[in-house]
């Protein structure tokens, strides 16, 4: 099934609360699947990509851009530069990991890190 930008929404909101504590990683996947009908092992990845960016770690699973962009972007605005640089290093981190699977390579997340990083140097 694919992720949508709806069903990305919806997990944002979830995983902002693992990350705060205030509900364990099974409530929240629960909480994910329930709300936006995404399955529960996609909710599962969605909570680790992004506590991993919370914390600037590497990350195994991908998801598509449209939903690396609005976490970076929502990361940004809701918790600050701190944070936002984090989920760039992590996403780095995701792109190079990839690389070396010998499957191809990031070029879609590779250039919106790019760009991302040139609005906090131009900013």
Known sequence: MRI???MSK???IVAKKVFLEQKTRTEGKVEINRSTGMNEGSAQAFITIFLAMMSGEAYKRAFNNETNKFLLENIRREFGEKYF???LNAA??????YATLGKG????????INE????CVVS
């Open 4 to 6: 949508t930008l709806e």
């Open 105 to 112: 390579n990031l070029s879609g997340l590779q250039s919106i």
């Open 10 to 12: 919806g997990a944002f």
């Open 85 to 87: 640089h984090n989920a």
């Open 92 to 97: 780095q981190k995701h792109v190079d990991y």
């Open 116 to 119: 991302m990083r040139l609005s």
